[in-house]
């Protein structure tokens, strides 16, 4: 016994090691010793003609390029920040990705979202692919292989000009890509509000009402909250996820439901939504993990706020013809909440046509009047 516990301490520190080094970044410590058969490369806003006028204007309407390379190579790390005074600037910017001469995005998503802050507002959190540092540092590191080409822009629909608008991309050109290598993909999602269907008293969580519909049990999935929706060949990583509720009680009864490759039922069905990204019993207070996180929480009454994001790193969800990732609000979507999300993934080209961007005022997270307990008039 002695014996077996010293091996399992010596072994431990290595095992963290190796584990933390793959969660936050694209080599395992192990790895660093070798040397890389790239070139180093940068894209950034900086001053060419070396002052200190590294920022941008991003006027309303305008298109800013921040990226435009070729390949074959693949984007490390994406570093933005932005001093705008326009409201809800994060819901206003949008990003879109275009990889191998593209006409339509990989990545279409509102600033904000891409980096998990779904709700509009900066929070501070620390997670292995999508890092907000203090003040105001947006930081992903989702790998972004391209062979040919790739194309980065940020679109201003505000009203507004961000003033100040910074970027660093690290990126590496490589001798060629593997095989087997799939595209990165981005996908904005909202409800604003979801059309649940019980307005009656869930104080409590009693629904003692709500049982004696035949809607109580949801079977199909069919009017579930979609998350991703993709056809091809690839992998979905992981999702950054926000409600804004209208109605008193919690939106986290509602299970998670995966459909893959046109099966008729769920492979994928959990157990509810604060289960869906590893926490229990419901939330109390915010954690920020690798994999997992609730960066934002604030009650239980109309009008409380949840941001999360859960990676599949550990086994990203795999596809080979199509999935349609997606959560209840509310157990069998009773609720009638406000949801925004961003998914992530992978897969080989052509992917399917995105579904339109929603107009910049219907992404702004705002109560909803939709009955129900909690409701107060005033609110609107």
Not at 186 to 210: D, I, L, M, T, V
Request: glycine letters at 8%.
């Amino acid at each position: 016994m002695r014996r077996s516990v010293r091996m399992f301490r010596s072994a431990v520190p290595l095992a963290v090691a190796l584990y933390a080094a793959s969660a936050w970044g694209q080599f395992a410590v192990s790895d660093l010793s070798q040397l890389r058969d790239y070139e180093s490369q940068r894209t950034s806003s900086y001053d060419h003609s070396g002052g200190n006028n590294d920022a941008r204007e991003l006027k309303p309407g305008e298109e800013l390029v921040l990226f435009d390379e070729k390949g074959p190579a693949e984007i490390r790390h994406i570093w933005i920040t932005t001093s705008s005074a326009e409201a809800y600037h994060l819901k206003k910017i949008v990003l879109r990705m275009y990889w191998d001469g593209e006409t339509k995005p990989s990545v279409e998503v509102p600033l904000g979202d891409f980096f998990g802050l779904n709700l509009g507002n900066y929070k501070v959190f620390n997670s292995a692919l999508v890092v907000v540092a203090p003040d105001k540092g947006l930081n992903a590191y989702f790998p972004m292989p391209f062979a040919r080409s790739a194309r980065i822009t940020a679109t201003n629909d505000g009203t507004r000009t961000a003033d100040d608008f910074y970027w660093n991309i690290d990126w590496v050109r490589v001798p060629s890509l593997p095989a087997n290598t799939a595209y990165f993909h981005a996908q904005y999602r909202q409800c604003s509000p979801c059309q649940g269907w019980y307005h009656g008293n869930f104080y409590g969580n009693n629904f003692k009402e709500a049982r004696q519909d035949p809607r109580w049990k949801n079977t199909s999935g069919d009017q579930n909250y979609v998350m991703l929706e993709a056809q091809g060949n690839g992998q979905f990583i992981g999702v950054t996820f926000s409600v804004l509720q209208n109605q008193w009680g919690g939106w986290n009864e509602g299970d998670e439901m995966f459909w893959i490759d046109g099966e008729a039922r769920p492979r994928i069905h959990g157990t509810g939504g604060e289960d869906y990204f590893n926490g229990a019993w419901g939330f109390s207070s915010l954690f920020s993990f690798p994999l997992i996180g609730l960066t934002e929480f604030q009650g239980w009454e109309a009008g409380s706020r949840f941001s999360h994001y859960r990676w599949h790193l550990e086994a990203p969800v795999r596809f080979h013809k199509s999935i349609r990732a997606t959560i209840e609000d509310g157990h069998a979507n009773l609720r009638s909440d406000n949801i925004f999300s961003a998914a992530y993934w992978y897969q080989t080209e052509p992917h399917a046509e995105f579904p339109a961007l929603p107009s910049v005022s219907d992404r702004i997270p705002r109560i909803n009047p939709v009955a129900g307990p909690g409701q107060d008039p005033r609110m609107y």
